[in-house]
């Protein structure tokens, strides 16, 4: 059928569809959005991680995907097609031009999104110049879709793409101290395996060693003083570490970084079940050193600008003493209360075995996925 | 002694949990998007999206069209299929496709006739209303006997809540259409207005004398028949209509959505929670399912409750702002945050004034005890004498 007869077939076809498509168009799936993430992955800002994600429906109505016809795109199709789907996408998505970044892409993957698979480019970002406005010429799939928006995010910011315009994002906010307050508060509430590190350290600490038995504390202001000293011990610890390797001296691989975190949580949760160490201000400060390097890769992520380290690493670190100080007010308190109850047993117990069991879960995780 | 050191313990701990619990949730930066874990399938086979077929021919289009942008019957043709296509699957990603590919004549003034109802269609369908209004009647002061642009003008002018206009585009089909179109496109209007029953009488009477009428048509009719049913307090009747539509075609999402609130209506969550199952792509009728499931407390409550939330924040984070009713709904019915709803509802107000919005509108006062807003609906009752069962009895019940 020529161009020109299936217009004409379709004018006759679709006129009423159009009429009556008037009164019922409310509902909507998702509309068309394209994602761009990236953020700062080297301690001179000159090398940034991220990825491009675009929807696989859009780039089969653009690069026509589904070449079999038979209205499914498979893996095997969309690998196929991973050239083009490169080529369309470095052509019109210039990164960091004012920095002079040049792109390196990585092997095409996929991710799941609320509204559906997404094509997903990773790519490396290697600029001449530590970007402090990183520039974004973004110019996907508006010729095919008008009402599609790009997503740009660089750190924490994140702009709206709503037309072929160049963008550009300004590193600003996340030089601030508070900023850094705030993510390294944020980082450790959220972070369940520095919470839970801390909480097999100040469970035991309602009771104490008297001559050779195990007695409850008689006062809040002892056990207050035994989890000082630990706390103490843990930020001394994770300072150090986090200080050596946020200013380049030393530095870690993640992969090595993160099991070894969760291992020193089954470490910690262990002690708590066979009380092999009883100076748990030891144990907080030998595997503190650990958590550390963690921070600091968060610290990384953020986008640190290396020239003015000092301000936010003291922010960062400020935030996770506050976060850790808020853990253990909430806490210990309540365990004071409970001390002698059957309860208390059987959250040191149970609870360490627990923790344990799921820190290892972690390792193995972080280990081999 | 022990009992006061007891006392200050567990003061000392309540507040120390207070001020952490305060501090977490000052200290929390903005959420950042969310990056899905990206993975790499396994299977070659694996079937990642459902794509529409494209035959030979739009292929060939499309390929045209990105060549030499600029050619109006093939622009025209593409556009027609896009919106076809987003009726079908009430997928408004087609609505986008289909302005892209009038791109060349979009920001004209006056582009042809043929791109200006297309326009208006799409504009309405973004909730561009009073711009879909000046297409429609620009298109109208060169064709004044277009029915498809008379018919998008009532519509729309329904919508705004500008009634003569509405009343007038239907008027201006007579000698146009059948007299099914004619009663069709009448019927809400004297309807609202206390002519319910004769305006199903004629919408009945077209239904049964027209020889096999277009399915289109027919269900355009029969969903009018269901909401007057609505207007006069009979969910009997409606449900009755809409079940023998949803036999003729199980994915009319419009039919769909009236059918669930009228079962929320009457109480009946259960089957609503049935009757909406495998339909959460659709927005509208995710945000009914998850209101049923949650009076109906089922078991994918939570589940459904925090797709909704996602949705929303997805429109959010696009800063697309025609979710508003959706939106008004579900906090209202499952968040149950009465004061914000109102807001939301007021919002909606002031771009859509359907019956449905001003139910809503009055609901979301009620909950929130919002006077102001309560007199919005009643006001607006008043001056266009609206006659609505729903409405008739909430109002009844404040007074």
């Known amino acids: 059928m020529s161009v020109r007869a299936w217009v004409k077939q379709l004018g006759v076809a679709v006129a009423l569809a159009t009429l009556l498509t008037l009164p019922r168009l409310a509902a909507a799936h998702s509309p068309s959005t394209g994602r761009v993430t990236l953020e700062v992955d080297s301690r001179d800002g000159r090398e940034l991680r991220g990825s491009v994600q675009l929807a696989i429906r859009d780039l089969d109505t653009a690069l026509w995907l589904d070449r079999d016809q038979n209205g499914d795109v498979t893996w095997a199709e969309l690998q196929s097609a991973e050239p083009a789907v490169r080529n369309y996408v470095a052509q019109r998505l210039q990164l960091g031009e004012s920095s002079r970044c040049s792109v390196t892409w990585q092997a095409l993957r996929v991710a799941t999104l609320n509204d559906g698979n997404y094509a997903t480019l990773p790519l490396l970002l290697h600029c001449a110049l530590a970007p402090t406005e990183l520039t974004v010429r973004y110019r996907l799939l508006f010729d095919i879709d008008a009402q599609h928006r790009g997503l740009v995010q660089w750190n924490t910011q994140t702009a709206i793409v709503r037309s072929p315009e160049l963008i550009a994002l300004s590193a600003g906010q996340s030089s601030s101290v508070p900023s850094f307050i705030r993510e390294g508060v944020w980082h450790i509430w959220i972070g369940y395996d520095h919470i839970l590190f801390l909480l097999c350290l100040i469970l035991p600490a309602v009771y104490q060693r008297r001559t050779a038995r195990w007695q409850p504390a008689d006062s809040l202001g002892d056990a207050t003083r035994e989890v000082f000293e630990i706390v103490t011990a843990f930020t001394l610890a994770h300072s150090i570490t986090l200080v050596i390797s946020a200013i380049g001296l030393v530095s870690m691989p993640t992969r090595y970084v993160e099991t070894a975190i969760a291992l020193s949580v089954v470490a910690a949760a262990a002690n708590n079940l066979w009380r092999a160490v009883d100076a748990r201000w030891a144990v907080a400060f030998v595997l503190g050193l650990l958590h550390g390097f963690g921070f600091s890769s968060v610290l990384l992520a953020t986008g640190l600008p290396a020239q003015h380290a000092v301000g936010p690493l003291l922010g960062f670190n400020i935030g996770v003493e506050l976060g850790q100080a808020a853990i253990v007010v909430a806490t210990l308190p309540l365990l004071f209360l409970i001390r002698r109850t059957l309860v208390y047993q059987v959250l040191l117990r149970g609870g360490s075995a627990l923790v344990a069991v799921l820190a290892l879960f972690w390792a193995y995780q972080r280990w081999c996925l | ?399």
């Not at chain 2, 060939?60 to 919106?83: C, N, S, W």
């Not at chain 2, 209004?133 to 109208?140: E, G, I, N, P, S």
């Not at chain 2, 079940?243 to 075609?249: S, T």
């Open chain 2, 1 to 399: 002694m022990g009992t006061s050191r007891k006392a200050i313990t567990l003061t000392v701990g309540a507040v120390g949990l207070a001020a952490a619990l305060t501090a977490a949730a000052l200290m929390a930066p903005p959420h950042r998007g969310q990056a899905a874990a990206a993975f790499t399938p396994s299977e070659p086979g694996r079937v990642l999206a459902r794509v529409p077929i494209r035959d030979r021919a739009e292929l060939a289009a499309r390929e045209a069209l990105a060549t030499d942008p600029a050619q109006l019957e093939i622009a025209v043709g593409l556009a027609h299929a896009d919106i076809a296509r987003a009726r079908a699957a009430s997928d408004p990603r087609y609505l986008g496709q289909a302005q892209a590919a009038l791109a060349p004549w979009w920001h004209q003034a006056a582009p042809p006739s043929d791109v200006l109802l297309l326009r208006a269609t799409i504009r309405q369908s973004l909730h561009e209303f009073p711009a879909a209004l000046a297409d429609l009647a620009q298109l109208l002061a060169q064709q004044p006997r277009n029915v498809h642009a008379r018919l998008t003008l009532a519509v729309v002018a329904t919508v705004v809540g500008d009634y003569a206009l509405a009343q007038q585009a239907c008027d201006g089909l007579q000698g146009l259409v059948g007299e099914l179109v004619l009663a069709t496109c009448r019927g809400p209007l004297e309807a609202m207005t206390g002519h319910s029953e004769s305006a199903k009488a004629r919408i009945v009477a077209a239904l049964a004398s027209a020889r096999e009428p277009n399915a289109a048509i027919a269900a355009w009719a029969n969903s009018t028949l269901a909401e007057i049913a609505v207007m006069r307090g009979d969910r009997a009747e409606a449900e009755l209509v809409l079940r023998a539509m949803l036999r003729a075609d199980a994915n009319d999402s419009y039919a769909l959505a009236l059918l669930a609130d009228v079962l929320l209506a009457s109480n009946r969550a259960a089957d609503a929670v049935a009757l909406l199952r495998d339909h959460d792509d659709v927005d509208n009728l995710l945000v009914r399912h998850a209101i049923a499931a949650h009076r109906a407390n089922a078991p994918h409550a939570l589940e459904l409750r925090e797709q909704m939330q996602t949705r929303l924040a997805a429109a959010a984070e696009r800063q697309d702002r025609i979710h508003a009713r959706e939106e008004a709904m579900y906090v209202l019915a499952v968040e149950g945050d009465a004061a914000r709803a109102v807001t939301i509802a007021l919002e909606n107000w002031q771009v859509q004034k359907e019956l449905a919005d001003a139910r809503l509108l009055l609901a979301c006062g009620q909950a929130a005890g919002d006077r102001a807003a309560i007199a919005v609906v009643t006001e607006w009752v008043t001056a266009h004498g609206i006659v609505d069962e729903t409405l008739t009895a909430a109002i009844g019940g404040v007074k």
